[in-house]
């Protein structure tokens, strides 16, 4: 299993958002900001059927990259920037409570206020059936400090699917 | 769609730096933030990033994103926005320069993320289409049972059926004519009438379009959007209606044949509103007609046929009480249409509220709530109706944040919720206070011969 640097990992484990490009059926980029939750092994993000199209963009072209960009959205001692390559895959075989058994308690500790909401399911039925998309890195940059203005150092994590 | 100016103008003021994502020579998205300005000529202009494994490619569209949100730790997070931009690079000066040929995005202070969620409905069902036939399976949204029935039936609306129906009852046992089982009966049989008809008002709206053109549905209007979100098909609907019809009506037979047919007046005029609220041809709602259909179902009808199935014969008085109470819940539709404007219009639902500018619909609203109250004084003083029932005109308190909520949050569908919530309280505790009065009376009655005139 591909290990993610230290600092990348303590950026997703803190980071609030994230930008989640896909590849549409043109095969050009589409970037989503989302949550990136993380279990020290793959990344998770999860996606609401409201917002669906770059779950259809996935299943089309499964590459994707993920930044984490934004200072205020994280909380690490020293800032950096870091993007992940990957591969991802879409679950969906049960949009009801599929993503509450796997990704809610990560998603909980970064918003905890998701609990409040999910209270009132009845009032949101559509935005809680939720596909979860699976990420696997297989490469990575950092930018220590966040400059991107200095070459980022880069991680081979694993052998390039073709 | 192409980005205005104005949008590219205000990336600086909005978001403190862009993330460029373009496809890699291994066929792999890419993305990199970087630090941006915009120039004189409203060009994107993004500094330089170093590294050769991560250089944006020029003459390739890639995909320029701003991002904002703002934590909230403990909670979340708010202010979210965020812009896409799409177009080609090109170095010049150092810096990359992007001719943004089209753009999307979502700033949460422009428009609600419920709002936002609506407009995905239309993703959200094909997406459920597309995972039912790569699954074999039919794949639908679900809810729980008990929360299932009570958003396709609306049940918190019920109140709007207990105020007239209670009514009715406290004026026939005034009137020494009271039953417990009759009145509970009576209460059921206008329940079912009234939920048959929450029922029957969505699957009309949903074959008319108004619902799916209305996109900022509150908790109080634009119907439990249950066959638009495939959590209830339309059959499935339409059989809840007809079944909650059937008991409704069939009680309501029987009460007749054993109180008195003289019940199917009232009977009859109520189920045809019901019916007719929203069912072609008479469409009463489309016609503007709908706060008068509702204001008479929900006020005089459900109050005399109450009193009816007690006391076996018409009187003023229940009719009379059951004027301000129609009136209220007339306001009660009346205001939730403010929100529904655009969808019912789209739809050609032709509601007061589409019908009359802002300044008319508060007008009416304030006039419709000073003769609901003058009439209640009237009466009351004037012994139509029991004096303690004066009582109600305390509620008129709650008139007013909703009076100020229509001036400062008329297009503003959620800043305008709490007020609606205000609304039905005001139907409500006038409706409660109005009973309250007549229990006072008969209280009053039962524990003298000859009360004071204040208490009678």
């Known amino acids: 299993m591909p290990l993610l640097p230290e600092p990348i990992e303590a950026l997703l484990e803190t980071a609030l958002v994230s930008e989640l490009t896909v590849l549409d059926s043109r095969d050009r980029p589409v970037t989503h900001p989302l949550i990136p939750l993380y279990d020290g092994e793959l990344i998770y993000l999860t996606s609401s059927v409201l917002f669906s199209k770059k779950l259809e963009h996935i299943k089309g072209n499964s590459r994707v990259s993920l ?20 591969d991802a895959t879409v679950d969906d075989s ?22 409040m909401f999910l209270g009132k399911r009845v009032a949101l039925p559509l935005f809680f059936e939720r596909a979860i998309i699976e990420m696997r890195p297989r490469r990575a940059f950092l930018w220590e400090d966040g400059r991107t203005d200095r070459p980022p150092q880069v991680f081979e994590l694993v052998e390039a699917v073709r | ?15 403190e730096h862009a993330v460029i994502a373009f496809v890699d020579a291994d066929g792999y998205p890419l993305s990199v933030a970087t630090g941006f300005r915009v120039d004189e000529r409203g ?35 708010d202010e979210r926005r965020y812009v896409s ?40 069902r094909r997406y459920f289409e597309q995972v039912s036939s790569e699954t074999g399976r039919d794949v639908r949204p679900r809810l729980s049972l008990g929360w299932l029935f009570l958003r396709t039936t609306r049940l918190p609306f019920l109140s709007a059926t207990f105020v007239p129906v209670l009514l009715g009852i406290a004026v026939a046992a005034l009137h020494d004519s009271f039953s417990w089982w009759l009145a509970a009966i009576t209460l059921v049989a ?32 634009g119907g439990s959007r249950v066959i638009l979100y495939g959590l209830v098909r339309l059959r499935s609907m339409v059989l809840l209606s007809l079944g909650l019809y059937a008991v409704g009506i069939g009680i309501g037979i029987a009460l007749a044949a054993t109180r008195g047919w003289s019940l199917l007046w009232v009977g009859v005029a109520g189920a045809l509103i019901s019916v007719f609220y929203t069912a072609p041809p008479l469409r009463l709602v489309h016609r503007g007609l709908g706060e008068i259909a509702v204001g008479l179902g929900f006020g005089p009808i459900m109050t005399l046929g109450a009193y009816f199935v007690l006391a076996r014969e018409y009187a003023l008085e229940p009719l009379l009480v059951s004027l301000p109470v129609g009136i209220l819940i007339a306001l009660i539709l009346y205001v939730n249409e403010v929100p529904d404007r655009p969808g019912d219009a789209a739809a050609g639902k032709r509601t007061l509220p589409v019908r009359l500018s802002k300044e008319g619909v508060i007008r009416g609203y304030e006039l419709a709530v000073a003769v609901t109250f003058a009439l209640i004084a009237v009466f009351a003083v004037s012994g139509l109706i029991v004096r303690p029932a004066i009582i ?59 009360p004071p005139s204040f208490l009678s």
Not at chain 2, 1 to 15: H, I, Q, T, V
Not at chain 2, 49 to 67: H, I, L, R
Not at chain 2, 91 to 112: I, P, V
Not at chain 2, 415 to 422: D, Q
């Open chain 1, 67 to 86: 930044s984490i960009s934004d200072p205020n959205a994280v909380q690490v001692e020293r800032f950096a920037r870091a993007t992940i390559q990957g």
């Open chain 1, 94 to 115: 049960d949009l009801h409570s599929g993503w509450e058994e796997r990704v809610l308690p990560l998603w909980r500790k970064k918003e905890p206020v998701i609990d």
């Open chain 2, 1 to 15: 769609m192409k980005p205005s100016p104005e949008l590219l103008r205000g990336l600086p003021d909005r978001f």
């Open chain 2, 43 to 77: 060009v994107v202009v993004l500094d330089a990033v170093a590294g050769d494994e991560v250089q944006p490619p020029e003459g390739e569209e890639v995909n320029v994103v701003f991002s904002h949100i703002r934590p909230q730790p403990g909670v979340g997070y």
């Open chain 2, 85 to 124: 931009l799409w177009g080609e690079l090109r170095r010049s000066n150092g810096h990359l320069e992007l001719a943004s040929r089209r753009e999307q995005h979502w700033d949460e202070e422009e428009m609600t993320f419920f709002e936002l969620s609506e407009r995905g409905v239309p993703q959200a």
């Open chain 2, 190 to 221: 206008a329940a079912c009438v009234h939920l048959a008809l929450n029922v029957a008002n969505d699957i009309f709206d949903t074959l008319s379009g108004a619902d799916e053109a209305n996109v900022n549905p509150t908790q109080f209007s």
């Open chain 2, 392 to 450: 109600a005109l305390a509620a008129l308190v709650l008139a007013l944040p909703v009076r100020r909520a229509l001036r400062e949050s008329y297009e503003n569908p959620y800043a305008l919720m709490p007020a609606m919530g205000k609304n039905i309280q005001l139907h409500l505790v006038t409706g409660l206070l109005l009973v309250a009065g007549y229990v006072t009376a008969i209280i009053a009655d039962a524990v003298s011969d000859d």
